[in-house]
Nanobody, 126 residues
Framework: QVQLVESGGGLVQAGGSLRLSCEAS????????MGWFRQAPGKEREFVAA????????GYADSVKGRFTIARNNAKNTVYLQMNSLKPEDTAVYYC???????????????????WGQGTQVTVSS
């Protein structure tokens, strides 16, 4: 079983940037597809970005395309979410997710992930 720990959240002004990190406790995450989801107050959790286990395939929600970038460093068992040009509507708790899979595709559905972190708060002020 893998534990996922997010970090890097905080308060930032609109137009600013943050980089979230998700460190996995597994011996290796090379077999894990990884993703980021977020949940704003009063809203359901939604997909943000995902990356395949080899890093060659990525996917993004339309709302973050061109602003957010997901990346992974398997040697460090860490996945990143670089967030640029942040908007107040990006305010949410951001969750890291992971799923061991033989597939080389990225996974965009919450039900496809068994492992979740505790979340990190991102607040974007206007």
């Amino acid at each position: 079983q893998v534990q996922l720990v997010e970090s890097g959240g905080g308060l930032v002004q609109a137009g600013g940037s943050l980089r979230l990190s998700c460190e996995a406790s597994a011996r290796t995450i090379t077999t894990y597809a990884m993703g980021w989801f977020r949940q704003a107050p009063g809203k359901e959790r939604e997909f943000v970005a995902a990356i395949s286990r080899n890093g060659f395939s990525t996917g993004y929600a339309d709302s973050v395309k061109g602003r957010f970038t997901i990346a992974r460093n398997n040697a460090k068992n860490t996945v990143y979410l670089q967030m640029n040009s942040l908007k107040p509507e990006d305010t949410a708790v951001y969750y890291c997710s992971g799923q061991p899979t033989p597939r080389l595709a990225h996974l965009t559905l919450q039900d496809e992930y068994d492992y979740w972190g505790q979340g990190t708060q991102v607040t974007v002020s206007s």
